[in-house]
């Protein structure tokens, strides 16, 4: 089972939307609040260059957004 986590904030509906997605689909995450752990924070941008959410890592491939069909592809959905 790949590792997911995604770094989001509570106000980010596309980040609503991929937790909703991952549990929709039982796949476990592991979800940070951005806008709450400064070192998280922190963590995401140096991974991604991004400030924007979610960026969401699977097995260290970073995503920005909620892009469906590259995270079917990583974690091997239809």
Request: proline share 6%; aromatic share 8%.
């Amino acid at each position: 089972m790949a590792t997911v986590l995604v770094y989001s904030t509570p106000t980010c509906p596309w980040c609503k939307k991929a937790k909703e997605y991952f549990t929709e689909k039982q796949i476990p995450y592991t979800d940070y609040n951005v806008a709450d752990d400064q070192e998280k924070a922190q963590e995401m941008i140096k991974k991604s260059g991004q400030m924007g959410v979610p960026v969401i890592d699977i097995d260290g491939n970073i995503i920005i957004g909620f892009d469906k069909p590259n995270i079917n592809k990583l974690l091997g959905l239809k």
